[in-house]
């Protein structure tokens, strides 16, 4: 079980990768591409799987779940918002992309 944990969490972890990356890489046009809203939905699904094996397996942390929870829901939408509306993205929800997700990762390194 811990080796398909371990897969989940490389994916998990993957996706937020692409889904920063592929920001990165429209920040300039702010023209997004669809593989950014569809990798956070990915992180999304992803982080919801190991929160439920957590819950199961062990004694989880359920304030920082929680956060994370929140914050991915929060990118995913944001990052839609911004598929759909392409460079009349308005600044807060484009700026909100990258935060969500770097604070997504302290979250996950720091509690």
Do not use: E
């Not at 046009?29 to 990915?42: D, I, L, N, V, Y």
């Not at 911004?82 to 997504?104: D, L, M, R, Y």
């Amino acid at each position: 079980m811990s080796f398909v944990y371990s897969l989940l969490v490389i994916a998990h972890l993957l996706c937020w990768a692409v889904a920063l990356g592929t920001w990165v890489a429209a920040a300039r046009t702010r023209q997004p591409s669809p593989g950014m809203a569809h990798s956070a939905a990915g992180a999304l699904v992803f982080g919801l799987i190991i929160a439920v094996i957590v819950s199961v397996t062990g004694d989880p942390n359920h304030m920082k779940l929680g956060i994370k929870a929140l914050l991915a829901i929060i990118v995913t939408v944001l990052a839609y918002i911004a598929h759909k509306k392409g460079p009349q993205t308005p600044s807060a929800v484009w700026f909100g992309i990258p935060v969500g997700i770097i604070i997504n990762v302290f979250v996950a390194v720091l509690i």
